[in-house]
C-alpha cells in the first residue's frame, strides 16, 4: 500500500507540471492581457504613457515568451508562494482563503443533503420497483435533473425572493449582521444560503438516486442474493445487508471525485447569487485576465482532482477485501 501511494504521488506530481503547464500556456495566449483590461478601466481623462505600459508589460513579464512566465511562477510555488494577483494587489493565497468558507457553506450542505437523500431513496425505488409511487418519484427525479440550474436559480429568486419576501435576493449576509448574535448570524446565512443551497442539491440528488438504483438492480441478479431469498432473508436485510454494501465501489468512486467540487463552486449559480466563493472569483479572475489568480486556482483544483482519485483508490480495500494494491 505505501509503494503504491508513493508512485501515485509521483505520478500526481508529473501530471501536476503537465497540467499547468498547459493551463498557462492557454491563459496567456486568450485574447486581451491584463494592461488591455486596466487600461479600459483607466480615466480616459488621465490616460496612461507609454513609459508606464512599457514597465507594467516587464513587470509582469508579458514581453517575454510565456514559457518564462511559466518557469517564473512555478520558482514561487516550489517555494509555496502563489503569487500576487494583478487585479486585485493580494497574496493569491489570501485571495482563495477568503472564499473557502463561503464556498464550503454551498458545497458541503449540498453534499450532505445529496447523500442523506439519494441512498435511502435509490434503495426505496429499487425495493418498490414498478409500483406507481416509484414511477412517479424517478419521474419527477428525471423532470428535476434535466432542468438547468440557472433556470431554477431565476425561478426561485422571483418567487420566494421578489414576490413572497422569503429569503434574501443574494448576497451570503445581510447588511446588520456584524451587529446580530451568534445565533442571528447563522439564521442569516441559512437564509441567504437556502436558495443556493437547493440549486446545488436538486440535480446532484436525480443523478446518485439513479446511480444508486441502477447498482442495486446489477447486484441484486446475483447469485447470492437468490440464495439469501432462498433461505428466508427478510428483503430488508437482503437489500441493505448484502446488495448495499456491494454497491459501495462505485459509490467511493463518486466520493472521491465529488471532492474537487468542494472548493471548486458554481461560476453560474455564485454569479446569480452573488455569492463571494470560488465560483465567482475564477470568474472575475478570467474576466481581468489575472494570470496568478487563475493558476492558483487551478493548482488547488488539480491538485484537489488528484487526491479525491487516490483517496477513492485507497478506500477500495477498506470496502473490498478482495482489492490489494502492490
Known amino acids: 500500500m505505501i509503494q503504491y501511494t508513493i508512485r501515485r504521488l509521483l505520478i500526481g506530481v508529473f501530471t501536476l507540471l503537465l497540467i499547468t503547464f498547459v493551463v498557462y500556456g492557454l491563459i496567456r495566449n486568450m485574447p486581451g ?18 513609459q508606464d505600459i512599457a514597465q507594467l508589460r516587464k513587470d509582469l513579464l508579458l514581453d517575454k515568451h510565456w514559457t518564462v512566465g511559466y518557469a517564473n511562477w512555478l520558482g514561487k510555488v516550489v517555494r509555496f508562494d502563489l503569487g500576487k494577483s494583478i487585479s486585485k494587489k493580494q497574496a493569491v ?32 425505488t429499487t425495493v418498490r420497483g414498478g409500483t406507481t409511487r416509484e414511477r412517479t418519484v424517478s419521474t419527477g427525479l428525471y423532470m428535476l435533473y434535466s432542468l438547468p440550474a440557472f433556470v431554477a436559480a431565476l425561478f426561485l429568486q422571483v418567487s420566494l425572493a421578489k414576490n ?59 447469485d447470492y442474493i437468490r440464495t439469501a431469498k432462498a433461505k428466508g432473508v427478510s428483503p430488508r436485510n437482503i437489500v441493505v445487508h448484502h446488495a448495499f454494501r456491494n454497491t459501495l465501489i462505485p459509490m467511493v468512486t463518486l466520493i472521491g471525485l465529488t471532492l474537487p467540487s468542494l472548493l471548486g463552486g458554481a461560476v453560474i449559480l455564485e454569479q446569480i447569487f452573488s455569492w463571494p466563493g470560488m465560483g465567482q472569483l475564477f470568474f472575475d479572475s478570467v474576466r481581468a485576465r489575472d494570470y496568478t489568480t487563475i493558476m492558483g486556482l487551478m493548482l488547488m483544483f488539480s491538485i484537489l482532482t488528484l487526491l479525491g482519485q487516490l483517496l477513492a483508490d485507497l478506500l477500495y480495500a477498506f470496502v473490498d477485501p478482495r482489492v490489494s494494491y502492490s
Open 164 to 222: 413572497l419576501g422569503w429569503f434574501p435576493l443574494m448576497g451570503m449576509v445581510s447588511d446588520d449582521y456584524a451587529s446580530l448574535t451568534t445565533f442571528g448570524k447563522t439564521w442569516d446565512i441559512f437564509k441567504h444560503a437556502f436558495m443556493p443551497v437547493l440549486c446545488f442539491t436538486y440535480g446532484s440528488l436525480a443523478y446518485y438516486t439513479r446511480f444508486v438504483k441502477s447498482n442495486m438492480l446489477e447486484v441484486i441478479r446475483q
Open 93 to 124: 493565497s489570501t485571495l482563495i482563503s477568503d472564499r473557502v468558507f463561503a464556498t464550503l457553506v454551498l458545497s458541503v450542505s449540498s453534499l450532505i443533503l445529496t447523500y442523506l437523500l439519494s441512498i435511502p431513496l435509490g434503495l426505496w
Open 33 to 50: 492581457s491584463p494592461l488591455t483590461v486596466e487600461m479600459a478601466e483607466v480615466d480616459p481623462g488621465r490616460g496612461i504613457s507609454k
